[in-house]
């Protein structure tokens, strides 16, 4: 049976269920890591897989953005690994965070939703890397090591596409759906004020989502209101 490296330090985790019970290396010198995930299972997974990398010391283990960011201050973090949706705030909000208390740690979202609303939104906010949860544990090793080099690490696509407005060319009728979605209309209400079928609202919205990149009408709807309903 091969050794532990020494990365785990004075002892062993306790509980791989509670994250909270890890026990973080201190006083390594490598590259220091955080990692913020509301799964305690998916968090107790990332500090196995993370630390049995002698270039990395996991310096922090926890649920939520607020927690994520508080580490951040109180100590050199060089790289952050958080879930896109935090019990507190989404991803794109620790980001906005990061930035604007001039915090030097580099952010990977480490993500089950890989839909192009979450990737537009982390590149926009500032994510260094974006990896997804389906992916072998080893492509997120090598964007730690990337990010950490000072490289991003971004799944292969259009980063112009990504950092323009996706409500930008919306027509009329979709912005007026749209508008209609954050008045909190139901699709038989916007039927019978827009003169169409139950049927034919389902059909425009279903182009509508894909259009802007939503994944549902409350995706759609924060989009909207994101965006400023004053452009509408």
């Known amino acids: ?54 270039r990395f010391a996991v310096r922090e283990m926890v649920a939520s953005g607020a927690e994520f960011i508080s580490a951040c201050e109180r100590q050199k973090i060089d790289v952050g690994v958080i879930g896109w949706g935090l019990p507190d705030m989404t991803g794109g909000d620790v980001l ?32 260094w890397g974006v990896t997804s949860k389906a992916d072998d544990p080893s492509v997120l090793i090598d964007a730690i090591a990337c990010v950490q080099q000072g490289r991003m690490s971004i799944p292969f696509v259009d980063i112009s596409s990504l950092m323009s407005d996706p409500l930008e060319n919306l027509t009329v009728r979709e912005k007026e759906l749209l508008r209609a979605l ?13 003169g169409i079928s139950r049927n034919t609202v389902k059909y425009h919205l279903k182009n509508l989502y894909e259009k802007i ?7 759609a709807v924060a989009m909207f209101l994101s965006a400023g309903p004053e452009r509408f």
């Open 1 to 54: 049976m091969q050794a532990r490296p020494q990365i785990y330090a004075q002892s062993e985790p306790r509980s791989v269920s509670d994250p909270s019970d890890l026990v973080v290396n201190r006083k390594h010198n490598g590259v220091t890591i955080a990692v913020a995930d509301k799964n305690p299972i998916v968090r107790a997974g990332l500090f196995d897989y993370i630390a049995r990398d002698e």
């Open 96 to 127: 906005r965070a990061i930035k604007r208390r001039n915090l030097p740690t580099r952010v990977i979202i480490y993500t089950g939703d890989f839909s192009p609303a979450v990737l537009r939104e982390a590149v926009k906010s500032g994510a």
């Open 182 to 194: 954050a008045n909190g209309w139901t699709n038989e209400q916007i039927a019978t004020r827009i």
């Open 213 to 219: 990149g939503a994944n549902n009408r409350a995706m």
